[in-house]
């Protein structure tokens, strides 16, 4: 059955619009009734920044777990998203994932099952119908930038997946954060080598060669393909706190 959610409204059916409030946001083209309609869409935004305040306010310590809602159960990825989720739970933290499938259904699972708080922030997307079933909390926000404040204010580092645009637009925002001093002690761990480690050589040997980059600014990202070390450099950092 076809379905979408729209912030807390669920579209089903012929009911199921063909846009998105982001798009309509940011679509400069068509009439000049957005003079008139813009105002009155930032009740809408400062309407998600408060549900997401409230609903967050008193989680605790959390780790944000980013990674490909195209990964399938039956893939490698998958098995170590879940596991990281539980490993996270075990060193006292939440898991806050995108509240998508794969990666993030993943990770959310394996929070949920080792009795720990699993958070999923969602996002109207006219291609995924809403929060996985793993997500024990869950908010689906209209805006990105209102999502992406949720991530940073409330997680106190990242871990990283396999992933495709959205992962990697999550990973260069937070690192950007840190290089320009937004965030402090915020640890960034990418987890599997054979896929990443093409994209930091190209920041080693293009970007920081062509002046682009410093290596303090390379050195904010951590590379591993074990679990136990990348949740050990998120505890090391909360205790350095």
Known sequence: MRSKFKGPVIQRRS??????????LLDSRGPTDWVHTDPWRVLRIQAEFVEGFGALAELGPAIAVFGSARTQPDHPTYAL???????????????????????????????????????GLGIELPFESGLNDWADVGINFRYFFARKTMFVKYSQ????????????DELFEALTLVQTRKVTRFPIVLIGTEYWSGLLTWLREVALADGKLTEADLDMVQL??????????????????
């Open 157 to 168: 580092g990242f871990a990283v997946l396999p992933g495709g645009f959205g992962t990697l």
């Open 15 to 24: 009911q199921v619009d063909g846009s998105t409030t982001d798009q309509r």
């Open 81 to 119: 998203a879940e596991l990281l989720g539980r490993k996270i739970v075990d060193a006292g933290f939440a898991v806050i994932t995108g509240g998508g499938p794969g990666t993030m259904e993943a990770a959310n699972k394996g929070a949920s099952e080792a009795g720990g708080v699993s958070v």
């Open 224 to 241: 591993t393909d074990d679990v136990d070390e990348a949740v050990q450099i998120m505890v090391a950092a909360r205790e350095g706190r």
